[in-house]
């Protein structure tokens, strides 16, 4: 057998009593609370946009461009580098950078590699200046400490 009475509840009693379905009076909704914790750096997604829209070489090359380069920008935000866009970067941000890897004491191989990854960061942003043509400029030219 069918039932030929609505069905009770609040939301039906405002639709019976000819309130606008969108109007939401019967609805009650918990207010949206804003996250407390850090969003992601705005930096960190430039990169991570940037490496999905220009898929160049292997995945392996790739993923390691995108984990170097996302790296770089962790490192950035603990130098102080705080709300920066890709297209923002500048000659003083990569030499920071470079200084702090000295100060750790990386090897020149592993400055080439990750100056190689912001080398193409900076041109992907237009910029290619920003970067310089030699490793000799940071101190990581073949045969240096």
């Not at 962790?74 to 003083?92: E, P, S, Y």
């Not at 041109?123 to 000799?136: E, L, Q, W």
Request: charged letters at 25%; a positive charge; aromatic letters at 4%.
């Amino acid at each position: 057998m069918i039932n030929d009475q609505p069905p009770n509840g609040p939301v039906w009693a405002a639709v019976l009593n000819g309130l606008a379905a969108s109007s939401h009076s019967a609805v009650m909704r918990p207010a949206q609370k804003k996250c407390k914790c850090p969003r992601l750096h705005q930096l960190e997604h430039d990169i991570r946009e940037i490496c999905r829209r220009n898929p160049q070489g292997p995945q392996a090359t790739q993923a390691d461009r995108q984990r170097t380069l996302l790296m770089c920008a962790r490192q950035w935000f603990r130098l102080g580098v705080h709300r920066k866009r890709a297209v923002n970067l500048n000659t003083d941000n990569i030499r920071m950078l470079v200084d702090a890897w000295h100060a750790e004491q990386l090897s020149a191989a592993t400055m080439r590699n990750r100056l190689l990854y912001l080398r193409w960061l900076a041109r992907k942003i237009g910029k290619p200046h920003i970067v310089a043509p030699s490793n000799r400029a940071y101190g990581a030219g073949r045969g240096e400490k």
